[in-house]
């Protein structure tokens, strides 16, 4: 199903009625509002104005449209932060960020919680059983703009006692964290400190802490709005809108205490954002790289439990990117189709007319300023013909491959690199794609999540192994392939006794007995199983008599080992070799693969499956591949998309 | 007529008497003096000490020389500050910018506004009248060193007083700036703010007004001392000396309260400081661009209507730019006969002597510290040799291209570039880089001033249109050339009704529907009128019926269209095919057009007409050009000059 | 000899003397400990625990282990800053330093002073006749994480306190810093700031006074602590561990009030963070560049007077640098011997074991975190034994050229580079590595050091020549090589009268009348003496009478004169060229030289010489040089060292 972002409060009350009737026609079902609209409802401290939100959603309810309300935290109005300043939010550097955009508010000062509390509620009691009320949207994008850190006074009193309540004692939170180096112990826990602001680094361990903390804050703030949003809406979904790209704060944590997760999808200007190869940039500019928003669609999949939308859909060029071209035609529909094969329920665009003023002037939407449908929204109507044409779509299977994605190594790789360009976001995504370059769907899922029926299990890197982590790869069905540094810290963030892996030398008889960070330039050569060199990183690795050394650096010490259905490869790899990893795995593992045109994809949802071409020439589907045709030709052309039900199912 | 800049103050007074009569020697009239001599003036609050300074006065009046005295307010001194601590400005990032060098003051602090009138008038009636006096410079160089923006509490206060003066009343600003988006309504001007340190961008509209109340700010304090100056000393003229490359306050307000402008012209530096290519820093290292004088020479021409000099030439080798390498020896000559073609009235060299201490030892003078000519102090005798024997310069004329620069443009393109690289300066730059090369002569206008009598009349882009400008558009004679952007905003910075290019689609009937900004690698080729591609930039355009497409993209949407007397292009060009549009253009305009070297450069001043040879190669005056030789040989050699008189005049 | 530094707080106390056996099986003589143990020592305010100290100094003394005790000041602990914030350092931006780390000091808060001597009274009398105690280390690296010159209150206080002593009157000052330029004049010196935050660059003198003052400071704060060491811990001597690449306050003063120089050698992080080209930083990934450790070798011998240890050896890969990789089998070996053949009486490796916690867990140690040798460990081993074989070393002579190195040159060409790229560190390496390169032994003198018997003396620039310094040159045995800007400023900061160079113009008669900064792609052909290019500097030389000119600019103008035993280089050179100038100088020294390869370096230790080779290729010494077999065989392998007594010795 289709759905669209939409703020009445924009526009002319007189254009509503119109646009909502053109909204129903092009084939859409939900429409999120609200979530900036504070000042309009609460236009001075205590006093309300529901009226022209009453009449908005009232047309809206009544052109057939569900409403999904968004609460309207993220937006904070001035008179507000007027009378409470400490509500403002602080950067690393300890400077105030101020009013003048969004965002700007703590997780942990306390005249925000209870203000928070207070206009949720009033909104929930407002429209809490709307009939034309689907759901609610809690906040907007939490993390955006570098929100979720905040290094304040009330950040810092919220730290200590949660230093307090995690530790007991000072002298457990001086042994966990090694505070007897550099003589960093603390005598009470009024005595903790935020790491930030000191002559040089601070202690990782502290650091990762107060990461955690920080993440906590977020999952306590959205579980605060979910209950008030429970209390008094019942039978309403509440979801989250997360972004592309974040990792400061467990998803997964807060995905607990939603219905279903959301997402906003901005294929290109992400793919303009991270840090892939200048060529690569360019060659993708117009289209978006072919895994950025599957990525993300089979994350927050997981995230949801299964349930989740694309809350925001890119419909044509954005404002926000360093350079924001105009998609290649056809790609709205692609992304559109891409995240509904990729199991997506609704997949909702942002927005469905372009601001003519504000920060988002240069962000199109479904409809140009001046109420014409721009080229997405064209390809929005499109694809909503095609699915009224198809009818209902089947339901999503689990995949064959799961990849386990752990927000802690984000934290815990960003905190202590060791070398400049060991980053997390990137080794995550080039295992995808190479999975996904083989044709395997991938499910995304969480360290400790059961990983029964997954042939493949890939663990890019991971480690901090949690006992739950650790049970889940012993009891898993499949091979399970870890990357470097798996295993390599403790909860505290220490090297475990008797090395890394840690506890995974329960599974894999090694120890790592030294690491080697390498600068671009300097490469290791691997043989064996895998032939080419890793890169940024290799660890030296000592095997147990029970162990296969599958490849082999030119030192001959091990690059790629196993012991029955657990490897572990102790280098980085990206490009061919790392291609090599994953079919090499795939063969162990007993699964068909394709090797597919780099910028073609692949996705199955039910007995479908649907082909995705990012690239400039036209694909054909293999013979051996396609079924019934169910959209498109056999043919697919540069920026389209073909489907087809498999002949055996 | 040449000048040069002396400090007294700095030199034992037994030096005095001999340097006057060596200036004079050297063929110099002007020298101007004082303006960064507060803290001998006064050395302490209430405390004058004028004796020095009538001395000094007194021997170069002697000696033949005209006075041009500067108001000393670029350096209050320390006791001024101690005192009042309010003066300092603040910087984007909150941190007070503090005493040590120079400019540091905000233009909004009342104090400091008090401070300023009470040391002007003071200067003014000690010196108003002296007969040695030719004339007045305001401060020095507003705007170096990034001062015209201060982020403090003063700046505010008085920014609140622009906001409350303009828009009445708070909802007419909100209604302006679209503060119902994200929440940012103000419900009075009390709650207005700085459109700083908050957590993303803040409200472009806002940004753009605080930079006119920046800027206005500016017009203002000069305006203050302009009077001051004036009921002082009548019959003196009042200048400011203005910097190159600096776009942060609007040169022609400040230039309507002036008598004449003149500016700082370090054209080697400037061409370290701007973004050319590596190969033309490295090229031009040693000469300067070959349009880097110029483009400010006829900027300054119209900021002075009419009336302009240098006030400071560079002599030879700097101190200020990341390298500083010693001119290609003929330079400081070629400089200043540059100057002169472009209707100069007196080049002033920076300075008499090379400090040996301070922050500027390293910047050359005409004189090294031990009292001998450099060898720019050589070059600039050679010309006061060549001018004694040239007599008076015949007038400039209006030149047959004009080029509109605004400086709002500046500042909207930098608050919302869209692309990172779309650069108003450099965009600026190569239009009339690319006029030039056609051997033609341009006038630098500004936005509504009279159009007659051009030929062809060039604007980069011209985002917000005024009511003044559109009218001074309609009533051109000439091919009027618009680049892409124009019309693109509305005086609130927005997009206007019936989208971009807003008012200008009374001459050219045109929408923009779309805008692609485009990462270095991404090309849009054209074809037709224009071969070749735009970079950074591409619009898509829905012509109207009435309008020629002279140029297309690939995928057959208009790159130029003209409408009669009016065209547009519709993309970002540069090089080879900026060259072509600027072709065409003349050809268009039925302007004769040369295809100049690179390094080669005409301009008419009268009858005559000088050549000027930037580059490494020997020029000979084309025989259909060449006139009675005036200055030089029929071949110009590299950093060379040449001047001929044309036989039909 | 070699030794350890070890952290008994880090470790079960029950592992001690098995760690202390192994140390001495390993064949380590000294020990260090205590440096950073504050917080164990004194847990809170005037409550002291020796207890745990008392024991693990008489595990350590009764293993037969020399101990040196560092005092604990590099870590003031928490509870101290909490009652005395006002001891943080505050950064250049004026944000104050905090907690969390080490060296959060200023070396100017009376409190902190205070604090200094009482934990070090306190240290010394309770450990100062200690048995088994060998001397004293102060504090740690001081320098380290960019905390010598700290901006706060207590900063400017001490300044003020340094002018007044060092001016008497804010007359003197004003003169001596030109502060009539701008208007910068001071009426009393309650009157001084600091030089930072101002609008624009600050005064050089300022600047420089501010550098020279921040180093008195060190040297007092030093002197301090070594007095109190000397009353109460007779017959030990006193050192301090300077480190690599820092350049911040004047070493050679502190070294005047120690027993022995020590510095910590991190070659291989050190060659990561040196502006070498990105093709070099990639060959010596692995071994370091091959002068990195052998220039501080020199370096500290100078500044301990003859008497120098490394402190702290890089023991394999460490945490630090921008990547870490595993040094290349061989080179822990290779670094202990480079030292041992540069003077040093003890190499002692940092740490004994990696520590699995806090800040440094990713640093190796001679042992892995599980208790087991390190490669790194292992290699120390066979150094033991090969020390052990080999018997006492001979003592070091004194080198046949010297290099002058002077912290302030470092202070004034980054106070005024004027062209971006004048890096001192940088020329004085690459004067070092082209002498080294040649088979010449240095030494590192300071400026005014005696320098009899030298036959060359290197000065690749020396801007102040002190007069101290211009004696030492006119008593100066050999030839003297001045490189650019040598003798270009007074004390003040000033170009001195009669232009550069100065004072030295007493021994060449020439004045520098012109400087270039070249950009990279500039460059300055020289023909004579020296073919090639100058880059990034060169200048106009005016040559008297009894001056030769050696090399010549394209433009005819001296590149290289001398007069006797006295040359100047007008241009900054690098490889090739300097390569030249150095063979040029070794000639006109009478000097024989080698051509080594690019990794090979030699060094003699009395009657033996050492081979190191940095390189890929196995290195056979040339017959004509190799003595009788001491070390190795006559090839010396990759990362591999090779000794011979002199068959004439």
Redesign the interface.
């Known amino acids: 199903m289709l759905g669209v972002c939409y703020y009445p409060?924009?526009w002319s009350e007189s254009w509503w009625a119109e646009d909502a009737a053109r909204m129903r026609a092009l084939g859409i079902t939900y429409v999120r509002i609200g979530e900036?609209?504070?000042?309009?409802l609460e236009?001075?401290a205590g006093r309300f104005d529901w009226d022209w939100l009453d009449r908005a959603m009232d047309v809206l309810h009544k052109a057939g449209l569900k409403i999904v309300l968004g609460t309207?935290t993220a937006?904070?109005?001035?008179?507000l932060i007027?009378r409470h300043s400490d509500i403002l939010?602080v950067d690393e550097?300890?400077?105030?960020?101020?009013?003048?955009?969004?965002?700007?508010y703590s997780f942990s000062a306390p005249v925000w919680l209870a203000e928070s509390r207070r206009i949720v509620e009033e909104v929930a009691r407002r429209y809490g059983e709307h009939p034309g009320l689907a759901g609610w949207q809690t906040d907007n994008e939490y993390g955006?703009?570098d929100?979720i850190l905040s290094w304040g006074p009330h950040d810092l009193a919220a730290f200590k006692d949660w230093l307090r309540r995690r530790y007991q004692t000072p002298e457990r939170l001086n042994e966990a964290?090694?505070?007897?180096?550099?003589?960093?112990?603390?005598?009470a826990f009024d005595?903790a400190?935020l790491?930030?602001?000191?002559?040089?680094?601070?202690?990782?361990?502290?650091r990762l802490d107060f990461w955690r903390f920080s993440s906590d804050q977020v999952v306590a703030y959205n579980r605060m709005q979910v209950e008030i949003l429970r209390a008094h809406s019942p039978g309403r979904f509440v979801t989250h809108n997360f972004m592309g790209l974040f990792h400061d704060f467990d998803h997964w944590d807060v995905g607990d205490d939603l219905d279903l997760a959301t997402w906003d999808s901005y294929p290109i200007g992400f793919t303009?954002r991270f840090p892939f190869s200048?060529e690569e940039?360019?060659r993708y500019?117009?289209t978006a790289h072919p895994d950025m928003a599957a990525f993300h669609h089979d994350l927050y999949r997981g995230v949801g439990r299964g349930r989740w939308w694309v809350m925001e859909q890119q419909p044509?060029?954005v404002?926000w990117a360093?350079?924001?071209?105009?998609p290649q035609p056809g790609q709205i529909r692609l992304y559109t189709w891409e995240a509904l094969a990729h199991g997506a329920e609704v997949v909702s665009y942002f927005r469905w007319r372009?601001?003519?003023?504000?920060?988002?002037?240069?962000h199109?939407g479904l409809n140009?300023?001046?109420r014409t449908l721009?080229?997405g929204g064209r390809e929005a109507e499109q694809v909503g013909h095609e699915l009224k044409a198809l009818g209902d779509l089947p339901e999503s299977h689990q995949a064959p491959v799961a990849l386990v994605f752990d927000y802690e190594a984000s934290w815990i790789t960003r905190i202590?690199p060791?070398?400049?360009d060991f980053d997390y976001a990137v080794m995550t995504y080039r295992w995808y794609e190479a999975a996904r370059r083989l044709g395997l769907d991938v499910d995304i899922v969480r360290p400790g999540a059961a990983l029964a029926g997954y042939k493949l299990v890939l663990v890019p890197t991971l480690p901090h192994v949690s006992e739950a982590a650790l049970a889940a790869f012993k009891a898993a069905d499949g091979l399970v392939v870890f990357g470097p540094r798996s295993g390599s810290r403790t909860r505290?963030?220490?090297?475990?006794?008797?090395?890394p892996p840690g506890p995974l030398a329960d599974l894999l008889d090694i120890?790592i007995?030294?690491?080697?960070?390498?600068?671009?330039?300097?490469t290791e050569p691997v043989t064996g199983a895998i032939a080419g060199s890793a890169t940024r990183w290799r660890e030296?690795v000592e095997a147990g008599a029970g162990v296969t050394v599958e490849a082999r650096f030119a030192d001959g010490a091990p690059a790629l080992v196993r012991a029955g259905t657990t490897a572990y490869c102790a280098g980085w790899l990206e490009g061919e070799p790392l291609a090599q990893l994953l079919r090499w795995s795939a063969g162990k593992a007993h699964l068909p693969t394709l090797d597919l045109p780099e910028a073609i994809r692949l996705r199955r949802r039910g007995e479908l499956t649907f082909a995705f071409n990012y690239g400039e020439a036209e694909w054909t589907v293999p013979a051996h591949v396609v079924g019934e045709p169910v959209l498109g030709m056999g043919a697919v052309p540069p920026s389209g998309v073909a489907a087809w039900r498999s002949r055996a199912a």
């Open positions: 409060e924009h900036f609209a504070w000042s309009r236009p001075a309207p937006t904070p109005p001035k008179w007027d939010p550097k300890g400077q105030v960020r101020g009013f003048g955009s969004r965002r700007h955006c703009h929100t964290w090694g505070n007897v180096f550099w003589s960093m112990e603390l005598n005595e400190f790491p930030n602001l000191a002559v040089t680094e601070t202690n990782p361990a502290a303009e200048e940039k360019i500019a117009r044509g060029p404002n360093p350079w924001n071209p105009v372009q601001a003519p003023f504000a920060q988002e002037q240069n199109a140009r300023p001046d721009s080229p202590q060791q070398g400049q505290s963030f220490a090297i475990p006794d008797g090395l120890r007995t030294q690491i080697s960070s390498l600068r671009p330039g300097l030296d």
